[in-house]
């Protein structure tokens, strides 16, 4: 029996690859994978619904503790950033590749689907996972291969009675993990467009939200949040409890232009409450605990583990050495920081740590402990070679 391994969110694109495994590219049995990284539940029962519908065998898998510790955990040691947005549709594909292989395994198969297009970032970051981990599989992409349009896949959908969420007028394309929620598509394609205030499904409109700030205590162990106001959390616990702080406060809409792993540019809107909030305050827990030096090279090395992450090249060598760095420096990222959440904006107001590179007498301008008389050579010096560059020119 011909069994391939279909990548399946119940949405248009993996709904209308089933019928196209059996009538075009002769598979007896489709096997549908669902991967629970936190996208609304009712998603999911959507998804096997549709996918009893089509007579499919349909495997949902639990990942949020994994999506949790092995992907957002080292997102936030790295400041997890792509372009001005925080990595999340990103990271969760190489965690549903991988966990689509071990379903393939587990069946028998040695084939697989996914709906992805030509056009988009998921074909190299799901491709990716199952190339490093079954090299010889076959990988199949009827919407790269056919070329098809939205609009081409709703009448194919329509030909053959698959359920369909989306229609010609409201044609968007949306991805949610606990992370982050994207969406694009349709008229949100045009970059002087505004987005209308019903693509935000999650957080609250910042002229709605709450007249007065809210204020917490988030705690760092070694660079991951373990604490919200002193109360220790699970990790999936804790951040789904900030995702709902921040989406109450309308924290973390975006819309930004993105380039594309093939060049291309696009505009996305994004929901990210959760990933806003910590990445910010873990952002300045590093601040307070990290030498100058640590901080410029380490923005840097920032810089190439967020592109590699969106590339999605997981298990490449280069983004392991930079996790090295990266750790050896979380080892000092531990304390707290007060974050303060108010009407679409989080920022830290506070924070504390026993590493902290801070003395308040030294700073101080009411101390004397520091002596500022011994400064006057050093001042004299400072800037020597412009002066020097400026003789030389003449001036």
């Not at 399946?8 to 990284?37: H, K, N, Q």
């Not at 705690?219 to 921040?246: A, C, N, R, T, Y």
């Amino acid at each position: 029996m011909k069994t391939v391994v279909l990548v399946y969110s119940g949405g248009l694109d993996t709904s209308v690859c089933i019928p196209m495994m059996r009538e075009d590219y002769g598979f007896d049995r489709v096997v549908t994978a669902t991967i629970d990284v936190g996208q609304p539940i009712e998603d999911i029962r959507q998804a096997e619904e549709k996918a009893e519908i089509l007579k499919t065998e349909h495997y949902t898998i639990d990942a949020k503790e994994e999506f949790v510790k092995d992907f957002i955990f080292p997102a936030i040691k790295a400041n997890g950033d792509y372009q001005g947005y925080p990595l999340s549709t990103a990271i969760a594909r190489p965690l549903i590749g991988l966990k689509a292989v071990e379903i393939a395994r587990q069946v028998g198969a040695k084939a697989f689907c996914h709906g992805c297009t030509g056009k988009g970032n998921d074909q190299f970051r799901i491709e990716y996972m199952m190339r490093v981990l079954m090299p010889d599989a076959e990988i199949i992409a009827p919407m790269r291969e056919r070329n098809y349009t939205r609009s081409e896949e709703i009448e194919y959908a329509q030909k053959r009675g698959i359920p369909l969420d989306v229609s010609f007028e409201k044609i968007w394309s949306i991805d949610e993990n606990m992370w982050g929620r994207s969406i694009e598509g349709g008229r949100l394609e045009e970059t002087d467009y505004p987005p209308p205030e019903e693509i935000y499904k999650w957080t609250k409109n910042p002229v709605e939200a709450p007249d007065k700030p809210r204020d917490i205590e988030l705690g760092f162990e070694h660079g991951v949040p373990v604490s919200i106001d002193g109360q220790v959390l699970s990790p999936l616990d804790l951040v789904m409890e900030m995702h709902k702080i921040s989406c109450e406060h309308g924290v973390g809409r975006l819309d930004i232009v993105e380039d594309r792993i093939i060049g291309l540019k696009v505009r996305e809107n994004y929901e990210c409450p959760a990933a806003v909030a910590i990445i910010t305050a873990h952002k300045a827990l590093e601040a307070l605990v990290c030498t100058r030096d640590e901080m410029h090279f380490k923005s840097l090395v920032d810089h190439e583990w967020g592109d590699l992450a969106y590339k999605g090249l997981w298990y490449d060598p280069f983004k392991e050495a930079l996790e090295a760095f990266i750790d050896k420096i979380q080892e000092r990222v531990t304390g707290t920081v007060k974050l303060r959440f108010f009407k679409g904006s989080v920022r830290a107001i506070g924070r504390a740590s026993k590493y902290a590179l801070y003395s308040e007498d030294l700073a101080s301008f009411d101390s004397k402990t520091f002596d500022q008389s011994k400064m006057e050579g050093m001042v004299q010096v400072h800037g020597m070679q412009t002066r020097m560059y400026r003789m030389v020119k003449g001036n």
